[in-house]
C-alpha cells in the first residue's frame, strides 16, 4: 500500500466511514438553514425560527429559581462544599443510593403515584440516546431485529441500530385510524420477518409518541403485552415523555399495565430521562429501568460508557426529593404545556390547518397534506424546502419519521416563548394565505417559478455549500435522519 | 412486582440436543459416503426427531429453581442463547433470551480485580468507625490532593451550580442542549490543562479534542472508529484490566499482548512486538492498531523519545494507528520528563493521521467521579467520527461550566500539578521504604498512582494459582486488595499492583502492619 500518497490509505472502521450516523440525510438542510441565520427577536428577526428541536424550555424559571433557593445542591456553593470530596470520587456505577432514590420516586410520581419503582432496579445511562442504545446491546445481537411502530422517532435509526448492528423493522400505522397501532399490523410485520429469517427480539414503542404526541391507550396496552407475552420477545418502553402529558386522556404506562395482568417480567424495560420531563438535556442523565435481573447486572456495567456525572447526581438527588417542589413543578409545567398546545394549534387552525388531536409531547403533527403540489415523498420535500427558506421555520417532514404517507409535519413548540410563536404563526398565515393566491394560477408554472426561486434563496442563504445537499429534487431518502437529535 | 415463574430451565433440553447431533453427525457422515445419500439423511432425522418427542415428553423436573439473589456474585448461570435453542423453546414461557453478549458478560466477574473492589465496597476501612475493615490499594484513585480543590471552590464560591465567579449564567446556558462533543470553552480549557500536565512540551489545539464522560467511553469510541469487529489491537502487557471490558466487549476488538519482563524492567521491546504482529497475521487476524499506556498502568514506567518515535516508524511500516493512553501523564514523580506521543506526531507530519490520545481528569485532577475524557487525535475522520459517537456518552454541561472556571485559573492549576507531583512522590517513597523493610521490592517507576510490587519469592506454587493463593491471603487475611499480576495479563506470576494515593500517611503503617503478618507466614522456610 502506498503510504504516502494518501491519508486515507489509513483505514478507518466500517461504522466510522458508514452512513448509518444518518447525519449525510438531505434533513440537515434544515438545520443547516437555523445554523446559518439564526432567528433572534431583536438581532435578526427575519432569521429561521428552529421549530424542529424538542426542547422543554418553558418551565426553566421554576428550576433556576429552586436551584437558588437551594445552595447546598450545588457542591460549588459555600453550603455544598462539604459534599464535594466525596462526590468528586463516587464513580460506583450503582450510581449515588440516594440519586437512585430520588429518582425512582419521581418516576413514580410522573405516574401518578400508580406504580412504584425499585431503586436497585436503576441503571444510568448518557442521556435517553445512551439508553436506548444500551438496551440493544443488551438484548439483540447483530443482525437481529426489533419492531417499531412507524412514524417513530428519527434519532432511534442512528440510536439503536449504528453501533449495535440490530435492524428496526417499522409497523405502519395509518392516519385513517389516527395513526395508532394495530394488532393486525403487528402481526403481519412479525410473521413477514420470520418468514424473512430475520430473527425478531422484540417491539420497542414510544409511549408518549415522538412525533404524534398522543398516549397509548389501556387496552392497546394490554394488546402489545399480550403479544410480546405469547411470543416472548421484550418490549421497551421509551416513556421519556412521561410527564408532558397536559390533558385527557391521562398517562398509562407499560409498568401499570404488568401489575394488572398475566406476563413475563423479564421482558419488560423502560427508558425513561430528565431531559423532556424536567427540561434538562445538558445534564445526560438516562435512565434504564428493567424488571429483568439479567439485564440489570448487564446494564449496570455497560453504564460504565455513560454514567452520569456524580456533581449531576447529588444535585438531582437533592432537587427530586423535594417532593413539594416537584408536585408543584410538574403541575405547573403540565398547565403551561397545555396552554402553549392550545395557542399554536388554534392559531394553526385559523389558517386550516389541522394538527392530530394529542395530548403529550412538546410538539405537533401537522397536516399538511392539501398544501403539496403532488401527493408524493418528492412533493413532501417540496413543501419543506420551502418552508424552510420560505416561510424561514425549521420543522421536521414526515418521512424522517418514517412516515408512511407524505404530507404530514411535527412541528415543536416549548423551545419559545410566546412572542417567538406568535411570530412563527404570522409567518404561517401569511405562507399559506399566499399558497391559496397561487393555486389560482396554473399548476405548472407556479412549480417553474418555485423551483427557480427556491435554489437561488438556498444558494444564497447558504453562500456557496455543496449543491449536491441542495438539490430539491432528492428521492425518497435513503437515511432520513437529522442531526442533533432529540 | 409478582414475577412469573419461569418454568424448566433450558438446560434439561440442551445437553440431550447437543448429544443428540453428536450421534447423527457422523452417523449420516458414514451413511452418506457409502452414498446413501437419501437414507443417510432421512434414518438420522428420523431417529433424531423421536428422542426429541421422547425426551419433551419425558422432561426432567427442575433440580433447583434459580434462586433470585439480587449480589451479582450470586447470578445463576444461563445458557448462552443460539437460534437452535430459540426454535426448540418457542411459545414456552421459559426465561426470556437477552444477548449473547449480556449473556457473557452478566456472569459473576470471576476478575480478582473487580472481586476485590466489591470486597471495598462492602467493608471499607476506617479509622474510626471500621478499623478492621478492607483497606482500599487496589483501585488507582488520587486522594491526595482534594483539598487543594476544595480550597479553591471555597475562595471562588458562588450561590449556586449556575454560575461560578459571580457570572450567573441562567439555567438556559447550562441545561439546554449543547454540542455533544463538549462546549467550545471546555474543549479549550482541556486543552490547556492537557498542555500544563505534559510539562507544556505540546501545545494541544482544542479544535481536536471531543470530549467523553469519562476515559473509559473514550477508548471505546476510538476502538468503534478504528477497528472492525474481530480485528485487534497488540497491548504490552502487563495491562490495566479495564481494557479488556473497554475494547472487547461491545466493539468486539482482540486484544494481543505483548509480554514485558522482569529482566527488562517491564519495558516494552519492538522485537517482542515485532513478534506478536507476526504471529497474529499467520492466525490470520487483522492487527488494526497499538495501544500503549504511558505512563503505563500498572507498572508506572515511561516510554522514551526513542521508544515512541520507533513505535511510530513500526505503526507506518504495518500501516496501524497507535492509541496512547496518556491519563496519568500529570501524575509523574520520577526524575524523568514525560514524552507525549503528542510531541512525536507534531514533529512527524507524515504520520500524523495515525495517532489518536486519550485523557481525563479521573486521576491527574482527582475527579473520576465528574466523568470527564478526551479524545485527542490528529486525524479529521476519525474526530468526526468520534463527535457523532460521543452523544452516547456526553459530559454534562454543569459539570463542563463548573470545571471551566477552575481550569482557567492557570496559577491554581500550576500550583495544583506542583503539589500534586510532590505528594504523590513523597508518598511513594514512604510506601516503597516500608515496603523494603519487609524486604520488598518494587519495579523502578516514575509515574503513575501506584506502584509495582515483587512478591514471586512468596508465592508457591510459582504459577498464577500461587499468585492467587496470595491474593486471598492478602484480602481476606491481611485485608488490603491489591491487583493481582494476572488480572493485568502479566506472563510472570508473583507481581501485584499497590495504588498508595488512596492513603494518609498514617494509614502506611497500619498497611505494613498488616502485609508484615502475610509476608512473614509466606517466607520460605530457609
Avoid at chain 2, 471500621?130 to 471562588?156: A, T
Wanted: aromatic share 8%; net charge neutral.
Amino acid at each position: 500500500m502506498e503510504l504516502k500518497s494518501g491519508k486515507s490509505q489509513l483505514l478507518l472502521s466500517k461504522i466510522a466511514t458508514n452512513d448509518e450516523h444518518g447525519e449525510n440525510s438531505p434533513y440537515f438542510d434544515g438545520w443547516k438553514a437555523y445554523d446559518n441565520d439564526p432567528f433572534h427577536p431583536t438581532k435578526n428577526p427575519h432569521g429561521v425560527i428552529q421549530m424542529g428541536l424538542a426542547e422543554n424550555q418553558l418551565s426553566s424559571d421554576m428550576i433556576e429559581e429552586w436551584i437558588k433557593k437551594n445552595p447546598s445542591a450545588s457542591i460549588c456553593t459555600a453550603q455544598g462544599l462539604h459534599a464535594f470530596k466525596n462526590t468528586a470520587l463516587y464513580q460506583d456505577y450503582h450510581g449515588l443510593p440516594q440519586f437512585r432514590h430520588a429518582v425512582a420516586k419521581f418516576m413514580a410520581k410522573a405516574r401518578g403515584g400508580r406504580v412504584s419503582f425499585d431503586p436497585d432496579r436503576i441503571v444510568m445511562a448518557g442521556g435517553a440516546t445512551g439508553a436506548n442504545e444500551m438496551l440493544m446491546f443488551c438484548l439483540a445481537d447483530p443482525g437481529d431485529a426489533f419492531l417499531v411502530p412507524s412514524p417513530y422517532y428519527a434519532g432511534f435509526d442512528r440510536d439503536l441500530r449504528w453501533r449495535t448492528g440490530v435492524r428496526l423493522l417499522p409497523v405502519t400505522c395509518q392516519s385513517s385510524n389516527k395513526f395508532q397501532i394495530t394488532l393486525e399490523a403487528l402481526e403481519a410485520a412479525y410473521e413477514s420477518a420470520q418468514k424473512a429469517g430475520i430473527k425478531v427480539k422484540g417491539l420497542i414503542i414510544a409511549n408518549p409518541s415522538n412525533p404524534l404526541g398522543t398516549t397509548m391507550d389501556r387496552s392497546t396496552l394490554r394488546t402489545l403485552v399480550t403479544f410480546i407475552n405469547h411470543n416472548q420477545i421484550h418490549l421497551v418502553c421509551d416513556e421519556i415523555y412521561a410527564a408532558t402529558v397536559f390533558c385527557s386522556p391521562s398517562f398509562v404506562s407499560v409498568c401499570e399495565i404488568i401489575q394488572e395482568m398475566e406476563c413475563n417480567h423479564d421482558l419488560i424495560h423502560i427508558v425513561y430521562s430528565l431531559s423532556k420531563d424536567m427540561g434538562l438535556p445538558g445534564f445526560r442523565v438516562g435512565i434504564v429501568y428493567s424488571y429483568n435481573d439479567m439485564v440489570v447486572n448487564c446494564g449496570r456495567k455497560m453504564s460504565s460508557f455513560g454514567l452520569v456525572s456524580s456533581q449531576t447526581q447529588h444535585f438531582l438527588a437533592s432537587m427530586l426529593s423535594d417532593e413539594e417542589f416537584v408536585d408543584q413543578f410538574l403541575s405547573e409545567s403540565i398547565r403551561r404545556l397545555a396552554s402553549r398546545h392550545d395557542s399554536f394549534t388554534k392559531g394553526l387552525e385559523e389558517v386550516g390547518i389541522k394538527c392530530l388531536k394529542s395530548n403529550a409531547g412538546l410538539f405537533c403533527w401537522m397536516d399538511l397534506r392539501h398544501l403539496l403540489k403532488e401527493p408524493t415523498f418528492e412533493g413532501e420535500m417540496g413543501l419543506w424546502k420551502v418552508i424552510i427558506s420560505d416561510v424561514k421555520l425549521n420543522v421536521s417532514p414526515g418521512s424522517s419519521f418514517h412516515c408512511h404517507e407524505p404530507g404530514w409535519f411535527r412541528v415543536c413548540f416549548a423551545n419559545m416563548d410566546d412572542e417567538i410563536v406568535e411570530v412563527a404563526l404570522r409567518r404561517i398565515r401569511m405562507f399559506v394565505g399566499k399558497c391559496k393566491e397561487v393555486d389560482v394560477q396554473v399548476k405548472k408554472s407556479w412549480q417553474r417559478n418555485l423551483r427557480l426561486s427556491f435554489s437561488t434563496l438556498m444558494y444564497d442563504e447558504n453562500m456557496g455549500s455543496s449543491p449536491r445537499m441542495m438539490s430539491p429534487h432528492s428521492p425518497i431518502p435513503q437515511s432520513p435522519l437529522v442531526r442533533a437529535w432529540t | 412486582m409478582t414475577r412469573t415463574p419461569s418454568a424448566e430451565p433450558k438446560e434439561s433440553n440442551r445437553s440431550p440436543t447437543r448429544t443428540g447431533m453428536r450421534l447423527i453427525v457422523p452417523l449420516q457422515g458414514i451413511v452418506q459416503g457409502r452414498g446413501g445419500l437419501i437414507l443417510g439423511s432421512l434414518i438420522p432425522c428420523t431417529l433424531f426427531y423421536f428422542l426429541q418427542f421422547y425426551l419433551k415428553r419425558h422432561r426432567s423436573p427442575p433440580q433447583n429453581p434459580p434462586s433470585r439473589s439480587t449480589s451479582a456474585a450470586n447470578l445463576s448461570e444461563l445458557p448462552r442463547s443460539s437460534s437452535r435453542a430459540n426454535l426448540l423453546s418457542r411459545g414456552s414461557t421459559g426465561r426470556a433470551h437477552v444477548s449473547a453478549r449480556a449473556s457473557s458478560i452478566a456472569k459473576p466477574n470471576a476478575s480478582p480485580y473487580y472481586i476485590g473492589l466489591d470486597r471495598v465496597r462492602e467493608d471499607p476501612y476506617d479509622e474510626m468507625s471500621n478499623p478492621d475493615g478492607v483497606i482500599q490499594l487496589g483501585l488507582s484513585e488520587n486522594r491526595l490532593s482534594l483539598d487543594l480543590i476544595e480550597e479553591w471552590l471555597s475562595r471562588n464560591c458562588t450561590d449556586s451550580i449556575l454560575g461560578v465567579g459571580g457570572d450567573a449564567l441562567g439555567l438556559n446556558g447550562i441545561a439546554t442542549y449543547q454540542p455533544m462533543d463538549g462546549l467550545m470553552e471546555f474543549k479549550v480549557a482541556m486543552a490547556d490543562f492537557m498542555t500544563e500536565a505534559m510539562g507544556k512540551t505540546v501545545s494541544f489545539d482544542p479544535s481536536r479534542v471531543v470530549v467523553t464522560s469519562g476515559a473509559t467511553p473514550a477508548l471505546e469510541i476510538l476502538s468503534f472508529c478504528l477497528a472492525d469487529h474481530g480485528n485487534a489491537f497488540l497491548v504490552p502487557a502487563p495491562y490495566y484490566p479495564g481494557f479488556d471490558r473497554d475494547i472487547r466487549w461491545r466493539a468486539g476488538v482482540e486484544l494481543i499482548p505483548v509480554h514485558c519482563r522482569s529482566c527488562d524492567n517491564f519495558t516494552l521491546s519492538i522485537t517482542a512486538l515485532e513478534q506478536a504482529f507476526n504471529q497474529a497475521r499467520k492466525r490470520g487476524q487483522k492487527v488494526r492498531g497499538i495501544l500503549i499506556s504511558n505512563p503505563a498502568n500498572p507498572v508506572g514506567n515511561m516510554l522514551n523519545k526513542d521508544m515512541l518515535y520507533d513505535l511510530l516508524d513500526f505503526a507506518r511500516e504495518r500501516n496501524i494507528h497507535i492509541i496512547s493512553d496518556e491519563i496519568f501523564a500529570g501524575s509523574t514523580y520520577g526524575n524523568e520528563e514525560f514524552v507525549s506521543m503528542a510531541e512525536i506526531a507534531d514533529s512527524e507530519d507524515a504520520d500524523k493521521d495515525r495517532v489518536h490520545i486519550i485523557y481525563g481528569l479521573s486521576k491527574d485532577f482527582s475527579i473520576p467521579g465528574f466523568r470527564v475524557g478526551v479524545i485527542y487525535s490528529f486525524n479529521e475522520s476519525v474526530l468526526a467520527a468520534s463527535r457523532k459517537l460521543t452523544r452516547f456518552s456526553s459530559v454534562s454541561t454543569a459539570t463542563q461550566k463548573l470545571l471551566v472556571s477552575m481550569l482557567s485559573d492557570k496559577r491554581f492549576i500550576q500550583e495544583y500539578l506542583k503539589t500534586n507531583k510532590q505528594r504523590i512522590r513523597s508518598m511513594y517513597d514512604l510506601f516503597v521504604a516500608g515496603l523494603r523493610e519487609l524486604g520488598v521490592e518494587c519495579t523502578k517507576s516514575s509515574g503513575g498512582l501506584y506502584c509495582w510490587v515483587d512478591l514471586s519469592r512468596l508465592i508457591s506454587p510459582y504459577n498464577e494459582k500461587g499468585e492467587l493463593d496470595l491474593w486471598d491471603k492478602l484480602l481476606n487475611r491481611a485485608k488490603i486488595n491489591v491487583t493481582p499480576g494476572s488480572a493485568c495479563h502479566c506472563i510472570e506470576p508473583g507481581w501485584f499492583r499497590f495504588c498508595f494515593t488512596t492513603l494518609n500517611e498514617k494509614e502506611i503503617p497500619v498497611v505494613m502492619e498488616r502485609m508484615c503478618k502475610v509476608v512473614e507466614s509466606c517466607k520460605p522456610s530457609v
